[in-house]
C-alpha cells in the first residue's frame, strides 16, 4: 500500500483519442501547388513575361501553425488542436516532441510512431493502479519490449523516457542503451523485471545521462557493481540520480567518486545501505543539492549514538539551496535534530517512513514556514503543520498499520486543524481509521480550491464514529463546495445518496476510486450518468452488478479504462458489453488466490484501443469477444 504514495502525482487523464489515431489520412506538410500568376507590364499589349509561384493558402497556414504549436507545452491543448482538421492534426503531429502513452495496450507503437515522427521524449503507463494493492496477477503483461525495439528505428535522437507500471527486462535496458547516442533521462517508476545488470549498461553506454531515477520499483540484485560503471574520469552531466529502492548493498566509494565528478547533482535519493557518516562525506561533496534522500539516517558503527550529529548538521548546513527533504528510513532520533538548520527552506519534507514521535515530528516542523508538500503523521504533528506550514498545497498521510483493527495516529482531528490552518490547500491523501462528516465537511468549506481528495477509511464500511451515520454528507459537501475537484476517492459508510452526490455536482470528475462502498447500482449509476469528464473509474468490493455497469455504455468509448474488482458482474453482463462496444477491450481476469462464486466475474478490466485484443494475455486473463 506504500507504493501509492507516487501516485499523488497528477496525471493529465484526459488522455484523448486525437492522440492515437492512425496516419492514413495524414499527409506530407511539405506538399504545395504551384500557383502561376499573370499579370501585366506598363506598355505592354500581350501576356506579361513575368510568371511567379505563390505559395498555396494551405502551405501558408501550415507554416504559421509550425511556429504556433511550438509553444503548446500541454498535452490537451495539443490533442484539442488537432482536431481542428486535417491540416491542423497534421502539423501538430509533426510539432509534437513528447509522446504521452497513458496505456500500453491503447495504441501500438507503430501507429504511434507512424503519426508521430519528431519524439524526443516517451512517457508510457501500463498496468493499471490497482496492481499497486496485489490486485493483479504478476504477469498480466504491460513489457516494454515492443515499444523499445519500435523506438530504436524511428526516434534515433530521443532523449528521455519515463515508465510507469511495466515489465522491464535488461535486455529492454541494453537495446535502449545503444540505440540512442543523445539519450539523457530515464525515469522508471513502479516497474519490475530488470536488474543490476540492466542499470550497470545504463550507466556505462550512456554518456550524456543527466538523470536516471528509480523510483519504487523492484530491482533484482545480481551482484553487478552498476555504480561503478558510470564514467571513472572527467566530469559527469548527471543532475539526479534516485535510487532508494534497490534493495541490495553499493559501492560507496564509487558513489563518492561520481556525486565529486557530478557538479550538476541537483538530486539524489540514496538507499537504506548508505549510513549517517557516508550521508556527511556524500553531502559535503555536493552542496549544491535541492533534493535529499538520506538513506537510512542511521549509523549502526556508532558506539556513542549520536557521535555524527555535528557532522551532519554542519554537512546540512552548507546546502543552502535544498529544498526538498525524505529517506530516514531507520532513523534514529539522536540524529533528527541535524536537519533543523535546512528546515527554513524546505518546502517538500518526507517523514512517511520514519517511526517518529509527536514530540519530534512537531519539534522540526517548528523550523519549517515554507512547507507546501508534506507526508507526515499523528494528530499532533498535523496540528503543528496547520499553525506552522499556511503555504502548504499537498499533504500525503500514510498509515502505520493497514489493517485497521488498532488505533491510527491520525483522526478526524487531523483533518480539521489542516483545514483550519492551511486554506492554500491543494491536494490531499489521507488514510485513517475513522473519521466524522463534520471535519470533512470543514476541508469543503474551509479549503473550496481543493482539486484532489482522497480519504482512505481503513476500517471497512465504517460510519460517523461520533453519529453512527453514514459518510454521505461529508463526501457529498466535497463534491458540492470543491468546484475545482478532479480526483476523489472515498470510503467509509455510505449509501446511494453520496453517489448521487457524486453524479450531480462532481462535472469536472477526471478519476474517482472507490473501496467497499454503495449499497445498490443505483450508486455507480449516478455516477456513470452524471460525471461526463469520467476517465478512470477505479471499484473495489462493491455491490455493484449488471445493471449497474450497462448504465455506462454511452460513457465507455470516451473513458480510459473502468476497473472492478469483486463486485456482483456475471459473465453474460460482460458479454453484453462486447456486444454493444465492440471497439472496446473487455478483459475478464481470474484471481488465483481469492475466492470467487460460481458464475461471477473476479475482475474486469475494459479500456480503450485502436488495436484491439492484445496478443501477450496470459491464460488467467480471458479477452471478450
Avoid at 565528478?261 to 537504506?272: A, E, Q, T
Wanted: with cysteine; proline share 5%; net charge negative.
Amino acid at each position: 500500500m506504500r507504493k501509492e504514495r507516487t501516485e499523488i502525482s497528477q496525471d493529465d487523464d484526459r488522455s484523448p483519442p486525437a492522440d492515437l489515431r492512425g496516419t492514413d489520412s495524414a499527409e506530407s506538410s511539405n506538399k504545395t501547388r504551384n500557383c502561376s500568376g499573370v499579370g501585366s507590364v506598363s506598355g505592354s499589349t500581350g501576356p506579361s513575361s513575368m510568371e511567379f509561384q505563390a505559395p498555396c493558402p494551405d502551405q501558408v497556414l501550415e507554416n504559421v501553425l509550425e511556429n504556433v504549436l511550438q509553444f503548446l507545452s500541454s498535452r490537451r491543448d495539443r490533442n484539442a488542436a488537432s482536431l481542428v482538421c486535417k491540416s491542423w492534426l497534421r502539423v501538430e503531429a509533426l510539432t509534437r516532441s513528447d509522446l504521452y502513452i497513458g496505456n500500453c495496450y491503447s495504441v501500438s507503437p507503430r501507429r504511434a510512431m507512424n503519426r508521430f515522427s519528431g519524439v524526443r521524449s516517451v512517457s508510457i503507463k501500463g498496468r493499471p493502479r490497482f496492481a499497486d494493492f496485489n490486485l493483479m496477477p504478476i504477469d498480466w503483461g504491460a513489457h516494454f519490449a515492443p515499444w523499445v525495439t519500435a523506438m530504436a528505428s524511428a526516434y534515433p535522437w530521443l532523449e528521455k523516457v519515463y515508465l510507469k507500471r511495466m515489465s522491464i527486462t535488461d535486455d529492454d535496458l541494453a537495446l535502449l542503451a545503444e540505440s540512442f547516442p543523445s539519450f539523457k533521462e530515464l525515469v522508471i517508476v513502479c516497474c519490475d523485471g530488470f536488474s543490476t545488470s540492466g542499470l550497470a549498461l545504463i550507466a556505462s553506454d550512456c554518456r550524456q545521462l543527466k538523470v536516471l531515477d528509480l523510483i519504487e520499483s523492484e530491482v533484482t540484485d545480481d551482484d553487478v557493481d552498476w555504480i561503478a560503471c558510470f564514467p571513472e574520469s572527467g566530469a559527469t552531466c548527471l543532475e539526479s540520480l534516485i535510487f532508494d529502492c534497490v534493495e541490495c548493498p553499493i559501492n560507496f566509494d564509487a558513489l563518492e567518486s561520481l556525486v565529486a565528478r557530478s557538479p550538476s547533482l541537483k538530486k539524489l535519493r540514496l538507499n537504506c545501505y548508505v549510513s549517517i557518516g557516508q550521508l556527511c562525506r556524500l553531502i559535503v561533496r555536493a552542496p549544491q543539492l535541492t533534493h535529499l534522500g538520506t538513506g537510512s539516517y542511521s549509523s549502526p558503527d556508532d558506539i556513542v549514538p549520536g557521535e555524527h550529529a555535528s557532522d551532519l548538521q554542519s554537512a546540512l548546513a552548507s546546502c543552502k539551496s535544498l529544498v526538498c527533504l525524505s529517506g530516514f528510513k531507520e532513523m534514529l532520533p539522536d540524529y533528527l535534530p541535524a536537519i533543523y538548520p535546512v528546515c527554513a527552506n524546505l518546502t517538500s519534507l518526507n517523514f512517511s517512513y520514519a517511526n517518529i514521535h509527536a514530540d519530534q515530528i512537531i519539534s522540526v516542523i517548528f523550523h519549517c514556514h515554507k512547507l507546501q508538500v508534506l507526508d507526515s503523521i499523528r494528530d499532533e504533528g498535523l496540528q503543528a503543520v496547520a499553525s506552522t506550514c499556511k503555504d502548504l498545497r499537498e499533504l500525503r498521510v500514510f498509515p502505520l498499520d493497514a489493517r485497521g483493527d488498532t488505533e491510527g495516529p491520525v483522526s478526524d482531528v487531523g483533518l480539521q486543524a489542516i483545514s483550519e490552518g492551511c486554506r492554500k490547500l491543494r491536494s490531499i491523501l489521507y488514510f485513517c481509521q475513522h473519521m466524522t462528516n463534520e471535519a470533512v465537511i470543514a476541508m469543503s468549506t474551509n479549503c473550496p480550491d481543493l482539486e484532489v481528495f482522497r480519504l482512505c477509511i481503513i476500517t471497512l464500511h465504517s460510519p460517523d464514529h461520533v453519529t453512527g451515520k453514514p459518510m454521505d454528507e461529508g463526501f457529498g459537501a466535497i463534491v458540492m463546495n470543491c468546484k475545482k475537484l478532479t480526483r476523489l476517492a472515498v470510503s467509509g459508510l455510505l449509501t446511494d445518496r453520496a453517489f448521487g452526490y457524486i453524479g450531480k455536482y462532481g462535472k469536472l470528475l477526471r478519476t474517482l476510486s472507490v473501496a467497499f462502498a454503495g449499497d445498490s447500482d443505483m450508486g455507480l449509476k449516478y455516477v456513470l450518468e452524471g460525471c461526463p469528464r469520467l476517465q478512470k473509474l477505479e471499484i473495489r468490493d462493491s455491490p455493484f452488478g449488471d445493471a449497474a455497469l450497462h448504465s455506462g455504455l454511452h460513457h465507455y468509448y470516451n473513458m480510459r479504462f473502468l476497473w472492478m474488482s469483486s463486485c456482483r458482474l456475471s459473465p453474460k453482463g460482460c458479454q453484453e458489453i462486447v456486444r454493444a462496444l465492440p471497439r472496446l477491450v473487455v478483459e475478464v481476469i481470474k484471481d488465483e488466490v481469492a475466492e470467487c462464486p460460481d458464475n461471477t466475474v473476479n475482475i474486469l478490466y475494459m479500456y480503450r484501443s485502436l488495436e484491439g485484443p492484445r496478443n501477450d494475455a496470459p491464460k488467467i486473463v480471458t479477452i471478450l469477444q
